[in-house]
């Protein structure tokens, strides 16, 4: 089967970097697209990665928080894919700074940081990429059982009124998305024992990606539009 091409945001640490790892792993002849804040930021790992055995792993500077970073990111992203199809764009990206706030005490500012991260970020770069999504594609934006309203899950509220907003992007993202025959899915990766799922977490990042990529890799034009979690299973809105 021939290499598939994916973009991953955020994806020095974390969950964007385990996805690196296996996607890597997969296949020799896949390529990918990493996606980080900052070019001087924590990236010993990844470059790691994109030195040995010969990885086609593209490291490009690309601050979701950040329009113009998106579009200047975007210039170069175009000049990689060069024409060709972009199979799986996945928004890993996200913010959750400030999780003891409650609806009593959001700031403003605080919730302004987490809408242009977590919304608008993921928002801006798929407009600056459609034209390469084409049958087939993938997009998944990463959301979370905090923003969803059936799960009941009361607390980070600055970070789940922002997930929240995500899932609604990836409804309207996915009805764009028909007429090329493309998908975009949110997703819930599961409380995961990384640097933002802090103490108490449950699963690896090795679990989390590895239902995630099953998922993404099965999922169905006609699936377009759901919220899964990370092991393939439907996620109230």
Same mark, same amino acid.
């Given at each position: 089967?021939?290499? +598939?091409?994916?973009?991953? !945001?955020?994806?020095?640490?974390?969950?964007?970097?385990e996805?690196?790892?296996q996607?890597i792993?997969?296949?020799?002849d896949? !390529? #990918?697209?990493a996606?980080?804040?900052?070019?001087?930021?924590e990236?010993?790992?990844?470059k790691?990665?994109a030195s040995?055995?010969?990885?086609?792993?593209?490291?490009?500077?690309?601050?979701?928080?950040?329009v113009?970073s998106? @579009?200047?990111?975007?210039?170069?992203?175009? +000049?990689?894919? *060069? &024409?060709q199809?972009?199979?799986?764009?996945l928004?890993?990206?996200?913010?959750?700074? #400030?999780?003891?706030?409650t609806?009593l005490?959001?700031?403003p500012?605080?919730?302004?940081?987490?809408?242009?991260?977590?919304v608008? &970020? %993921? *928002?801006?770069?798929? @407009?600056?990429?459609?034209e390469y999504?084409?049958?087939?594609s993938?997009?998944l934006?990463?959301?979370?059982?905090?923003?969803? *309203?059936? @799960?009941?899950?009361?607390?980070?509220?600055?970070?789940a009124?922002?997930?929240?907003?995500l899932?609604?992007?990836? #409804?309207?993202?996915?009805?764009?998305? +028909?007429?090329k025959?493309?998908?975009?899915?949110?997703?819930?990766p599961?409380?995961?024992k990384?640097?933002?799922?802090?103490?108490?977490?449950?699963?690896? %990042?090795?679990?989390?990606?590895k239902?995630m990529? @099953?998922?993404?890799?099965?999922?169905? #034009?006609q699936?377009?539009g759901?919220?899964?979690?990370y092991?393939?299973?439907?996620? %109230?809105?």
């Amino acid at each position: 089967m021939p290499g +598939k091409t994916y973009l991953i !945001t955020g994806a020095n640490r974390g969950l964007g970097l385990e996805f690196v790892q296996q996607i890597i792993s997969a296949s020799p002849d896949n !390529t #990918v697209i990493a996606c980080v804040r900052s070019l001087q930021g924590e990236l010993d790992t990844l470059k790691s990665l994109a030195s040995s055995n010969n990885a086609k792993i593209h490291i490009v500077e690309c601050d979701t928080s950040s329009v113009d970073s998106i @579009k200047k990111a975007s210039a170069e992203i175009s +000049k990689l894919l *060069s &024409g060709q199809q972009l199979n799986y764009l996945l928004n890993n990206a996200g913010i959750n700074s #400030v999780s003891s706030q409650t609806a009593l005490t959001i700031s403003p500012a605080d919730l302004h940081t987490h809408i242009d991260t977590n919304v608008i &970020g %993921p *928002s801006e770069l798929f @407009k600056a990429l459609y034209e390469y999504l084409g049958p087939g594609s993938v997009v998944l934006n990463m959301s979370s059982g905090l923003g969803s *309203s059936g @799960k009941g899950i009361v607390k980070c509220a600055t970070y789940a009124v922002s997930k929240a907003a995500l899932n609604m992007l990836t #409804v309207h993202q996915a009805d764009a998305l +028909k007429e090329k025959k493309a998908v975009a899915i949110v997703m819930d990766p599961g409380w995961v024992k990384t640097r933002m799922g802090g103490e108490g977490a449950i699963l690896t %990042p090795e679990e989390s990606i590895k239902g995630m990529l @099953k998922t993404l890799h099965s999922v169905t #034009v006609q699936e377009s539009g759901r919220f899964y979690q990370y092991d393939g299973q439907i996620v %109230p809105w």
